[in-house]
C-alpha cells in the first residue's frame, strides 16, 4: 500500500470518529486532510467535501422519508 493511500485511510478513520463523537461538520476536517496529507487542490478537495456532504444529507433525508 502506497504511503499516500494509507495517509487518505487514516485521515478518513479519523475524521469519521472524530465527527461521530462531536456531530461537528465534515467540511472543516476533510479540506485540511485532502489538502496537506493528500496534496489534492484546494478547489478540488472543496468540491469532493461538498459531494461528501451533499451525499450524506441526502442518504439522510431519504431514510427520514421513509419513516414518515
Known amino acids: 500500500?502506497?504511503?499516500?493511500?494509507?495517509?487518505g485511510l487514516v485521515g478518513?478513520?479519523?475524521?469519521g470518529t472524530?465527527?461521530?463523537l462531536t456531530?461537528?461538520?465534515?467540511?472543516i476536517l476533510t479540506v485540511p486532510v485532502l489538502v496537506?496529507?493528500?496534496s489534492v487542490n484546494p478547489v478540488?478537495?472543496?468540491a469532493?467535501?461538498?459531494f461528501i456532504?451533499?451525499?450524506t444529507a441526502l442518504v439522510g433525508a431519504i431514510r427520514n422519508a421513509q419513516k414518515g
Do not use: K
Open 53 to 55: 456532504v451533499g451525499s
Open 1 to 7: 500500500m502506497e504511503v499516500l493511500n494509507l495517509y
Open 12 to 15: 478518513a478513520l479519523v475524521i
Open 18 to 20: 472524530v465527527l461521530g
Open 48 to 50: 469532493y467535501s461538498l
Open 23 to 27: 456531530g461537528g461538520g465534515g467540511s
Open 36 to 38: 496537506y496529507l493528500l
Open 44 to 46: 478540488t478537495a472543496t
